[in-house]
């Protein structure tokens, strides 16, 4: 059987294609260093957060339901307890390096600083954020003694008003748990 140059060009493609599929992993089937299910002040679960390794750091996976429509601040806050009804427990924003509030702070950022993330008509929303940097390093801060909780806020963050954003009392929060 004689094979043609067309037919050579297709397996070439084929090959490729299944080289890259191999090499392209998709951040679902990476493991997971670390989730959290977010709570309502009144107990109800309204979502879940998934921390994962990911080509340039730690990636961070948000759904969340349940909540008032607009955009709302995330953040990362430095202990992880979550006591309604304020969720005051949590502490102020993870901040290891001692840095000032915001991405618009020339002092800025805390570590916990994270962009808003939209609550949609329907009260849900997702979010899929990377935290640049070693993701090790990065892990050791966040996965530390007295853990580290995320939280939204009724407001969204200005990201430079420091310490918090302005981002008004706190709707929903999660202990995140090492796996
Ligand atoms: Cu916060
Ligand atoms: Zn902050």
New binding site residues.
Partial sequence: MRISRSQIAWMGSVISALLLSSCVVPNSFRSSTASAQLSRPDGILIGTANLSRSDNGLTLSVSIASLPPGKK?L?L?MIGSCLPPNFKSAGS?LNPDGKAHGMHNPQGKHL?DLPNISVAADGTGTASITIEGDADETLAKIIDADGTAI?I?TGLDDYSTDP?GA?GP?IACGVLTAR
């Fill in positions: 601040a953040h806050h924003h916990g939280v806020h918090a981002a706190r």
